[in-house]
């Protein structure tokens, strides 16, 4: 891998005339079937759908991680959250994230996307959701972001700032309001005019950016599809699926108006642009839950609808229009890729997960076959996918057979599957082809030819794998009251402090 | 709908210099789900993709029954299965098809498409599976084509021509071999050169009709996706989803060549073309079953899955490029809107239910509304949709706990919607709001006002729909063997003939 890597990293610089501009728009729980170009019947995404058409669209890109934060520590790392710190020892199995209460967030050892870029001059923001540590030293701006825009946590409330305080919200390392309180957002109808406050944002920081000499990195991550949803009063009622619906059109138009102002500035040729989601449609929803087309289950878990992702590369005259891979791709290649294209070198004294996809996007190149895919729920490797073998090693979902119970995988029943308690399956893991059984419904039968094929391939890649894995000291294990969001850098100014009440520090408790 | 009818009878001949060329191309088994634009992860289709950027796409297209021979029947009549009798009454809610063994075909009595469209000079022919009576009387020649080429019954086989015959093809109105016999279909394999040689014939015909001053009909329908799947060499092993996705494949290839060939002879912009499927993916089967997207169970089934199909329309200069339609659009409007384009007054003594789509096609109209989609399951009303609305009357699946068990919704398990037993809630229905929720998981409450709103309004519908219903009578109910194809017309001439065994008419038996 290395080798391969240091390859490209000698061979980009000299064939690129400057580093292109890179921008990552990342959505929020927004399944692989939410878009247009991957099926969605309601055809809610005319922008991205031809952003597909102008660029590379990957049938089998995948998130490091079913849940929120640890998928985002693994887009800014390159690594996978177990390795990263992103994960919690509090249970085995547990997806664990970012909430208010959350004591620590994205260590310091981590070197991140934007700083590293910095070695190539790059000005960076972020706009939306952070997620990777809400308190003062964990916020964009002190881990080598120039400029941020959007929120430590998700947009969860309205809170009674007693108990709970509501959300802040930054313009870089100062909180300007907090969500319901000055963002607002209407919980009884979902209106809330707060993705144009980021589409604006993004555009005037692009445009602002075209006319420096240095390139620049903005990493887009709104959250309207994210519970709970909401859309502008131009998108309110306007999708045929309601209110998630309504979300994804409205980010459809920002993507249509970012690529827009990329080719009405002329930067559109030196420019990477990369679409995916930090994790599967929250199928668990009664309803605005998204969709994960033909995939099983949802966001929570490491079955195809969890991790599995709409991808899309664009990059005019540099990624030829209208191409689909099957090339298996990650939320932590664009860790890699992104760092090659600015010609820097990522981090030598640690294992990076991502690798680069420039090959594949920029040459078209037989895919790169010598990567697994990694399905973790918390501190467990629960799958693995190699090639069109996926192997389950652990299963666990919450399906029980009372539909109004909760459950990841609402109306799908597969026997020895999809199953209420934690099943070790290490012994004789459960495999699919999910080349041609993408719904995880057919087990390949472990007494057959393909069973021992297949396992005779990927028993060693996991073995290596375990081998030489060290966990990263869990990030997701302590909270505390304490540590709310009750004073915020910038609430001073403000006169926005609340009181903070007394530190009671606790394990942090993930049902999931 | 009979002014309606009228109104545009006598509008379009008068805005079109002359009828265009119909072409209409029928999958066989083929989901929803299967093809590129509609979401298939596996990408098989450019031809068909390219057809829907080209023309309109429906989302929301249906056929009239999740079986192929009543499906047909539809699509020639115009008029549900229900009232052409294309069903059986020898037990309840049964789907029925034209085995070997079936005594009987379409009646007389039924006006059918090419029949009709001579009215306005039309040259037919028919291309693959008519499956709607293998008996002399009842061949396309006998029922208003001027040319055939394919089978009266499906490729099943091969068998040992002592106890049931192989299945005849014809040229016209003789045989000219028979499938596995002439026609090699290898079944360990799966290779067969029969979709290029479907093909040819249809570049042949239109070719041959281009140079015609009178219009054309092509009734485009190979069964290569149908059990057992077939390929040719040049796609066998091509998929990366098996057999099936190989089939899909040369489909693809073909739909490709056909509207190729009608810009190489520069009629596309007089010829309407069609593409959809006769019933949901065959989910049943444990591969190769094909994919119905985001929808419930597959085909024999009333679900989503069983009965949404694939729906693209195709006139350059006449339908508008790249336009995605929720209209709700039915097999049997082919037959309406065909003869409308032809300029030919559907029969006026007799229910049609297909209706004329060439407001919404041509003019881009806003969506007709007015138009319920029925779901039938032999003699049985099982459900009805509505606008966004569809209520369950009867419910039945195969559903059971244990995997390895004969299932249509093979992994999906939704509380009192997928059943092993014939359920009747014809008292208080089952409601889903298939637009937010296409997959019918989330029961719509019957104490909600959503319930009670909508069923207000399906309710009336429902009434009349019963109230004028006279059942014709049930093609499907005898069979006999001694009808099967032992001397099909023309076996003198190639001394194909084989001894007819004693007559010993039964009831058919029809287990789902």
Request: hydrophobic share 35%; aromatic share 12%; net charge negative.
């Amino acid at each position: 891998m290395h080798s391969k890597l240091l390859f490209f990293c000698l061979l980009i610089p000299s064939t690129l005339s400057s580093p292109p501009n890179i921008i990552i728009m990342l959505m929020d729980d927004m399944g692989w079937g939410d878009v247009g170009v991957n099926g969605n019947w309601a055809k809610e995404t005319p922008n991205i759908d031809k952003m597909a058409a102008e660029g590379m669209l990957f049938m089998d890109f995948y998130t490091a991680n079913p849940l929120c934060s640890p998928s985002r520590a693994a887009l800014m790392t390159g690594r996978l959250p177990i390795r990263n710190g992103f994960y919690s020892t509090n249970a085995h199995a547990r997806n664990a994230y970012t909430p208010q209460t959350l004591v620590n967030g994205i260590h310091e050892y981590e070197e991140l996307l934007p700083k590293l870029l910095k070695q190539a001059d790059y000005k960076s923001k972020i706009i939306g959701k952070w997620h990777l540590g809400h308190r003062r030293q964990f916020l964009p701006c002190n881990r080598g972001f120039d400029e941020f825009f959007g929120s430590g946590n998700c947009h969860f409330g309205p809170f009674d700032d007693e108990k709970t305080p509501n959300i802040p919200v930054y313009k870089n390392d100062k909180m300007v309001g907090r969500y319901y309180t000055n963002f607002t957002i209407f919980k009884g109808t979902g209106e809330s005019n707060i993705s144009q406050i980021f589409l604006a944002e993004g555009l005037s920081f692009i445009e602002t950016q075209s006319v420096s000499k240095n390139p620049f990195f903005l990493y887009w991550t709104p959250d309207a599809t994210h519970d709970p949803n909401y859309a502008s009063p131009m998108f309110h009622g306007k999708s045929i699926r309601g209110r998630y619906g309504d979300a994804v059109m409205e980010m459809d138009y920002c993507v249509g108006k970012i690529l827009e102002k990329l080719k009405e500035l002329k930067i559109e040729q030196n420019t990477f642009v990369f679409f995916t989601s930090d994790n599967g449609a929250a199928t668990y929803r009664r309803r605005d839950g998204g969709d994960n087309g033909p995939f099983l289950c949802g966001k929570e878990t490491t079955y195809e609808g969890g991790m599995r992702e709409p991808g899309i590369a664009w990059w005019p005259g540099s990624i030829p229009a209208g191409t689909i891979t099957h090339q298996l791709g990650n939320i932590m290649d664009l860790f890699t890729t992104s760092l090659t294209l600015a010609g820097v070198k990522p981090p030598q004294d640690r294992i990076i997960d991502g690798i680069d996809l420039s090959p594949v996007l920029l040459d078209q190149r037989a895919p790169i076959i010598d990567r697994p895919i990694w399905y973790y729920r918390g501190n467990e490797m629960m799958a693995v996918r190699v090639g069109a073998y996926k192997a389950h090693y652990w299963m666990w979902t919450e399906f029980g057979n009372d539909p109004l119970k909760f459950t990841f995988c609402r109306g799908q029943y597969i026997q020895n599957v999809t199953v209420h308690d934690q099943i070790n399956n290490t012994e004789q893991p459960i495999l699919f082809n999910v080349n041609r059984d993408p719904g995880e419904k057919y087990i390949v039968s472990p007494k057959s030819r393909e069973y021992k094929t297949a396992m005779a391939i990927i028993d060693p890649i996991v073995k290596a794998h375990k081998e030489a894995l060290e966990p990263g000291v869990p990030s997701l294990n302590y909270c505390d009251v304490a540590v709310q969001n009750w004073a915020p850098p910038g609430c001073e100014e403000l006169n926005y402090c609340l009181p903070v009440p007394e530190s009671n520090p606790k394990l942090c408790v993930w049902d999931h």
